[in-house]
């Protein structure tokens, strides 16, 4: 007669991988509550006020900005800001990262003299020169928070910007 075997349990789950299934799990559920943030929310860094920095659209660095609409990226504060002419007499500092996607203003941003818009080339999203929200993402998502503005002194030639 054949020997009858006993039911045998399921083989030990090795601790490490009921460790890693437990941890995923844990991150999923941590996670959860930053699902609405923008993208800018999680790693934009907020630069240290009262940080200068000077500039003179004559000099070969910023040479850009002898053109209304153009743009000059100055890192000031641990933050990327981008300068844009927008006419004549005047150029404005914006966060240099759409808020919307952290697309780079200073590589698809444009200015548009005649509708005082900075529009980003990645969903069209448009932000007016002092960082209203003038129109949302093309997409159709919703951006939560205006881009950070920064003051500026401008003489028409040489300037100051301040965080």
Request: charged share 20%; hydrophobic share 40%; with cysteine.
């Amino acid at each position: 007669m054949p020997e009858m075997l006993a039911p045998t349990a399921p083989p030990a789950q090795p601790r490490r991988e009921f460790l890693c299934k437990f941890g995923a799990l844990a991150g999923t559920a941590a996670l959860a509550p930053l699902a609405g943030c923008e993208v800018s929310e999680l790693h934009t860094a907020k630069p240290a006020a009262g940080i200068q920095a000077a500039f003179d659209v004559s000099a070969a660095e910023f040479k850009a900005l002898a053109d209304i609409g153009g743009k000059h990226k100055v890192k000031l504060g641990g933050q990327e800001i981008l300068l844009v002419r927008a006419s004549k007499t005047e150029v404005f500092a914006i966060q240099n990262l759409c808020p919307h996607q952290s697309c780079p203003l200073d590589g698809v941003g444009s200015w548009s003299e005649k509708d005082a818009v900075l529009t980003c080339g990645c969903h069209a999203a448009k932000f007016s020169k002092d960082g209203k929200i003038v129109a949302q993402p093309a997409n159709g998502d919703t951006i939560k928070a205006p881009p950070q503005v920064f003051k500026v002194t401008f003489d028409g030639t040489k300037g100051t910007v301040t965080t």
